[in-house]
């Protein structure tokens, strides 16, 4: 029913940005809060930020004020904003979204994107 799919990864140096895109399909996107997770070598899949319905933005902690989370239900499309990147933001990051209320949990998600790296470098 919804396909997302992620784009704008790559390799940045230590203190640079990138901006993540995730475009999906579906007639009912603006019913979904979003989010993005990211998954490092060896490490749990783990909460990056999302947003609701309504547009307020929760972020993880290692990531508030460097990361910006934003949607536009008219393209049907959510933004990642990561300014100032560090080595530790290293991982494939995931776009994801919910039906009705969301978490921070990954198991709380119904569809998500196929991933796209970031790497970072000291």
């Known amino acids: 029913q919804v396909q997302l799919v992620e784009s704008g990864g790559g390799l940045v140096q230590a203190g640079g940005s990138l901006r993540l895109s995730c475009a999906a399909s579906g007639r009912t996107f603006s019913t979904y809060a979003m989010g993005w997770f990211r998954q490092a070598p060896g490490k749990e899949r783990e909460f990056v930020a999302r947003i609701s319905r309504s547009g307020v933005t929760y972020y993880a902690d290692s990531v508030k004020g460097r990361f910006t989370i934003s949607r536009d239900n008219a393209k049907n499309t959510v933004y990642l904003q990561m300014n100032n990147l560090k080595p530790e933001d290293t991982a494939v990051y995931y776009c994801?979204?919910?039906?009705?209320?969301?978490?921070?949990?990954?198991?709380?998600?119904?569809?998500w994107g196929q991933g796209t790296q970031v790497t970072v470098s000291s």
């Open positions: 994801a979204g919910a039906r009705g209320v969301s978490g921070s949990a990954a198991q709380l998600y119904d569809y």
